[in-house]
């Protein structure tokens, strides 16, 4: 599945060619009965995962060099593997080049090749939320690949909102954390209603059977791809790329209807809800690490003009907040991975930590 920011796309940067990606190692790592906080078990909770580059160590044994990157909501470690991620980044001489770093991209639960209610289950799945996917991640680091302490933690939107989550749940688990395109802070007003507004348009089509539907509830589907457009749009790429009736319907009847094709209505269900008691606020003063994190001016979903980010930046010890401008490099929520946009605040970020 697409995650939100592919739907902030303009059509010529997905027509864009693209080079080579680097390819990863790709592997399961297995925790036997995981309780989720809902007080709900899992036999055997799956969380699948890619890797670039391999481990360094040092004089004691441990692992120096790792960096974990996590993906947005809908989305899987895979995204990171496109150009504008990975060109600018994993190269020779780049700042995340995979001759020295050990770059780890998981899927979380409910996302990628990692277990999920699509797998069987629908909505008798657990009702996991964002502290319990921040649980695995942390014990496939810790547990599945021995890592005690992260060179670097990089989060996109959802991913975002869990590197927060990391750093005050395990404040000496990382020396630097890039939070892209998040608040910490709970989700409400707009942001929680146009999340509300998808699950309520899936679960009012007479298809969806509370779940258990013989195919995609389409309707509903189409209406919950319409909002997440919306809610993924990038206002300066696309007043470039869609100037004509034509090229809107070419990328409705395209890019848009792909997307479709590629949600799971209980998947989906649960990615947002999934959200519904995020908070971190409370605990940004006992962040250790170095923070940079960085938002963008054309972002819907993390509007600049609530105000919220200079001021909850200030309880960050060691941390710095920057709001991006529009520009030609800005695309909407989805600037987090363009890496052009804000590679060299990554520099700033490695070099102080």
Known sequence: MKTLIALALSLAAAASAAVAAPTPKQADFVIHDFAFRSGERLPDLKIHYRTLGEPRRDASGKIVNAVLVLHGTGGSGAQ???PQFADELYGPGQLLDISRYYVILPD?????????PSDGMRMRFPKYDYADMVEAEHRLVAEGLGISQLRLI?????GCMHAFMWAETWPQAERAVMPLACLPASIAGRNRLWRQMVIKAIEADPAWRGGDYQAQPRAGVHEAEDILVIAGSAPHQMRQTLTTNAEVEAYMDGTIAHSRSELDANDLIYQLDSSRDYDPS??????????MWINSADDFINPPELGLAPELAKRIAHGQFVL???????????THTWAVAWKNYLADLLARS
């Open 282 to 291: 409370a605990g940004l003063g006992s962040i250790q690490a170095q923070v």
């Open 154 to 158: 990089m989060g996109t939107s959802m």
């Open 108 to 116: 979380d639960i409910g996302h990628g090749d990692s277990s999920k």
């Open 324 to 334: 991006l401008p529009v520009s030609d490099n800005t695309h909407g929520h989805g």
């Open 80 to 82: 990171f593997l496109r």
